[in-house]
């Protein structure tokens, strides 16, 4: 039962919040698989929801496990930041783009589906100079949280 409760919401995010818990998986990623994943989290980043957290958490955990996977990159950027009414999270890559991978894919249709309960817009397109870009666009209420 713990490790389902563990599945369902990491750890890490409970103990060292959204940011801290990206940057700690991140290192792990990288640490295992030698992928460089440079990051960039605005300052004060406006406080999420637990629904909200846990889904750019899980998109984040998703992109970059793809990456490894799939796209042969060697450089992957993590982002984070406020614009406007929404907090954005990117994950990009170097590596060998979309073409001809299925947008119904199981990961990815998994990452539409978590965006979708909390009403956020993903966005999966190929990035200027190749590969590949994942953002997902979470509105904040209206008191900016």
Do not use: C, W
């Amino acid at each position: 039962m713990r490790r389902i409760a563990q599945r369902l919401r990491p750890q890490a995010l409970d103990e060292l919040g959204l940011a801290s818990a990206l940057v700690h998986f991140s290192d792990r990623l990288s640490e295992q698989t030698g992928l460089a994943i440079e990051r960039s989290f605005q300052r004060e980043l406006p406080a999420m929801g637990y629904e909200e957290e846990l889904v750019i958490y899980r998109v984040a955990q998703e992109a970059l496990t793809n990456v490894v996977r799939h796209a042969g990159a060697s450089l992957a950027e993590l982002k984070l930041e406020r614009k406007q009414d929404r907090l954005v999270l990117r994950v990009s890559d170097d590596g060998t783009g979309l073409e001809g991978t299925p947008i119904d894919v199981g990961g990815i249709r998994g990452m539409h589906e978590r965006a979708a309960l909390i009403h956020a817009d993903l966005r999966i397109a190929p990035r200027a100079g190749g590969g590949t870009e994942v953002a997902l666009h979470v509105p904040l209420s209206a008191d900016g949280t």
